[in-house]
């Protein structure tokens, strides 16, 4: 694979593809080893591959995981999406904006940071 062919905002899309999908394995792809996603600012949520998938595995699962892209600003490497997310949290199904902010390193996801809004149950 070829990274300088391919874009920040490519890669990013692609993985707001398969988060759609429910495809773990193809979300996982655009991350890099030793990518660290974090709680806006620096609240670290899972460092490391294996973390990130460990914390994702049971959102996969969610019948009606969706994120509904709002808006997004490409600057060099950074890529922030503005979402809308559909869950199933603990408490019931239901949404929450949320502003993501990836930098993006040789054609992989190294750092995502999360800013997440009210949860809103349906």
Same mark, same amino acid.
């Given at each position: 694979m070829q990274h300088d062919t391919i874009t920040p905002e490519m890669v990013v899309q692609r993985q707001l593809d398969a988060y759609?999908?429910?495809?773990?394995?193809?979300?996982?792809?655009?991350? #890099?080893?030793?990518?660290?996603?974090?709680q806006f600012?620096?609240?670290?949520?899972?460092?490391?591959?294996?973390?990130? +998938?460990?914390?994702? #595995?049971?959102?996969?699962?969610?019948?009606?995981?969706h994120a509904a892209l =709002?808006?997004?600003?490409?600057c060099g490497n950074v890529v922030i999406d503005s979402e809308d997310v559909i869950r199933t949290f603990p408490e019931g199904p239901g949404?929450?904006?949320?502003? +993501?902010i990836y930098q993006v390193v040789e054609g992989r996801? =190294?750092?995502?940071?999360f800013v997440f809004g009210d949860k809103v149950l349906d």
């Open positions: 759609n999908a429910h495809d773990l394995a193809g979300w996982l792809a655009t991350y #890099a080893q030793d990518a660290v996603q974090y600012p620096d609240t670290v949520l899972a460092s490391g591959i294996d973390a990130i +998938a460990d914390r994702a #595995a049971s959102r996969f699962a969610e019948p009606n995981l =709002k808006h997004r600003t490409v949404r929450m904006a949320m502003v +993501a996801i =190294k750092t995502a940071s």
